[in-house]
């Protein structure tokens, strides 16, 4: 049996990044393992020069996600002159200090197109693949109590509530999350269909496995690799009401 946590993603905005090409930053519609393995190394306190403990937790996780919420996806038009003298001064960090900046030279106006899921919501079951540190113990106890704020996916993405959903413990990670509470405060009742995806070895009777580049190198800070998830629909187990 696995020992697996439930996480409630509902937020204004999240975005699941996916590959960047030239000046457009698109979202997935599933978060991605590298996004998880972030999330969890913030709210643990883990720095970004600190790769090799960013690399061994990334690993471990073990995932499956259900789409409560579709949302809608939105496009954030931004622009940057790095040119300008106040870049040049020191900006704070989400670790509460000031980190000075060195400036940059700039050719005139960076334009970049930053994509969202806008009024989303999924529930993530979660999972460690061994017992090493962080326990999953640790894990929760770090979504309760962050080191540092938490955002889903960019740092303008805040949780409109607690990412720590509950804990359960299922034979599969998709069967933890057909019996995960909904995300409101309505009763859902067996049977209710929702999208979904999971790793490719818990099997599917339908949908379609997809593979996808979502580990990041946290030495290089670029995406590496090649998994195998299955994305499929799934059937909540029973009638369950909101846990709160």
């Not at 933890?176 to 209710?192: E, T, W």
């Amino acid at each position: 049996m696995l020992d697996v946590l439930w996480l409630r993603f509902d937020a204004p905005w999240m975005s699941f990044g996916g590959e960047v090409v030239d000046k457009f930053g698109v979202t997935r519609e599933f978060p991605g393992r590298a996004m998880l393995t972030g999330l969890l190394g913030n709210a643990l306190g883990y720095d970004h020069a600190e790769p090799e403990r960013l690399d061994a937790l990334q690993h471990r996780i073990r995932y499956a996600a259900r789409q409560d919420r579709a949302g809608e996806v939105k496009v954030d038009y931004q622009t940057v002159d790095l040119g300008q003298d106040f870049l040049k001064r020191p900006g704070w960090t989400t670790r509460g200090v000031p980190e000075e900046r060195a400036g940059g030279t700039s050719d005139g106006t960076h334009i970049r197109y930053r994509h969202y899921l806008a009024d989303a919501v999924y529930t993530v079951a979660l999972a460690l693949s061994d017992g090493t540190a962080p326990a999953l113990d640790d894990v929760a106890e770090a979504l309760r109590s962050p080191e540092r704020p938490l955002f889903l996916g960019r740092k303008n993405c805040l949780p409109a509530a607690p990412l720590l959903l509950g804990r359960t413990r299922a034979a599969r990670l998709r069967d933890a999350l057909a019996a995960a509470p909904p995300p409101d405060h309505r009763p859902l009742l067996a049977g209710r269909v929702m999208k979904a995806w999971w790793p490719v070895d818990e099997g599917s009777d339908s949908g379609r496995t997809l593979a996808i580049t979502d580990d990041m190198d946290w030495t290089n800070q670029i995406h590496v690799g090649r998994r195998f998830m299955q994305e499929s629909t799934l059937s909540l187990t029973s009638e369950v009401l909101h846990a709160g």
